[in-house]
Nanobody, 113 residues
């Protein structure tokens, strides 16, 4: 199984980004998929998840600003982020909601003026 995240970058506070995660070697639709993030010096934390049924859940800080979606046909999960804040700066990763696969390299999101 390989998870490849992309779409990160440098953005000013209030800006937006759309992250993409493509999975290979796994039947995506069988799993709830999730985004996690890890800021410097902090532990990895849950951001959002989407079930095979399409149901979603979010960490409190993501509610109202982040939206997780998926395309089972493309084996891809997305994270649309708006109104970004400096505290959103982190490396963002995707995985199953239980972190069941080897972590990819992630994609760096930096929110700074």
């Amino acid at each position: 199984v390989q998870l490849v995240e992309s779409g990160g970058g440098l953005v000013e506070p209030g800006g937006s980004l759309r992250l993409t995660c493509v999975a290979s070697g796994v039947t995506f639709s069988n799993y709830a998929m999730a985004w996690f993030r890890q800021a410097p010096g902090k532990e990895r934390e849950f951001v959002a998840a989407i079930a095979w049924s399409g149901g979603t859940s979010y960490n409190e800080f993501a509610k109202g600003r982040f939206v997780i979606t998926r395309s089972s046909t493309k084996n891809t999960v997305y994270l649309q982020m708006i109104t970004l804040k400096p505290e959103d700066t982190a490396v963002y990763y995707c995985n199953t909601d239980s972190g069941g696969y080897a972590w990819g390299q992630g994609t760096q999101v930096t929110v700074s003026a």
